[in-house]
């Protein structure tokens, strides 16, 4: 079924690789963008992986876990 408006593909701008260089370096600095960014977020995660909540003094250590 097809409607009387609808395009036909080849006029479709981003089909059979017809796409504007503008857009195609656009969508590779996005995509450059975001592998940067996940590549600083691995970094941050890394680097903070150590817990470091402990509150306790040598004076008052805090709540000792009993390991049976």
């Known amino acids: 079924m097809k409607l009387e408006n609808e395009p036909a593909m080849q006029y ?3 089909y059979n690789n017809q796409e504007s260089p503008q857009k195609r370096k656009t969508v590779r600095l996005i995509i450059l963008g975001l592998v940067l960014f996940s ?11 150590t817990v470091s909540d402990y509150i306790g003094t040598t004076q008052n250590p805090g ?6």
């Open 39 to 49: 590549g600083l977020m691995t970094y941050v995660k890394v680097s903070n992986d």
């Open 63 to 68: 709540i000792e876990v009993l390991h049976h």
């Open 12 to 14: 479709i701008d981003d």
